[in-house]
């Protein structure tokens, strides 16, 4: 018979509340950082990508191209998570 001798200590209360408080504090950035590059992205797509990327069509079925093309993105992100 083999019995295994763990070295490790066991981890208290605090350092897992710590690790916790970690983990919650990097999940909130990256949401964060997230919601801006789609915040700068959507106004981007307003503003420039219409008249950049389908100058052959009406300003207003340009701006409606570039805000699907955001929601496109928007949707491929929430999938992928």
């Keep these: 018979m ?3 001798v763990s070295t ?6 605090a350092t897992n509340a710590s690790r ?6 990097g999940s909130f950035i990256g949401a964060v950082v997230d919601w801006y590059d789609f ?3 959507g106004i981007v797509a307003a503003l420039v990508f219409n008249t950049e990327f389908f100058p052959h069509v009406s300003p207003a079925m340009g701006t409606l191209a570039a805000f699907v093309t955001t929601a496109t993105a928007s949707a491929a992100s929430a999938c992928w998570c």
């Design 2 to 4: 083999i019995t295994a």
């Design 8 to 13: 490790a200590a066991p981890r208290d209360a």
């Design 20 to 25: 916790a408080r970690r983990a919650a504090l």
């Design 39 to 41: 915040l700068l992205y």
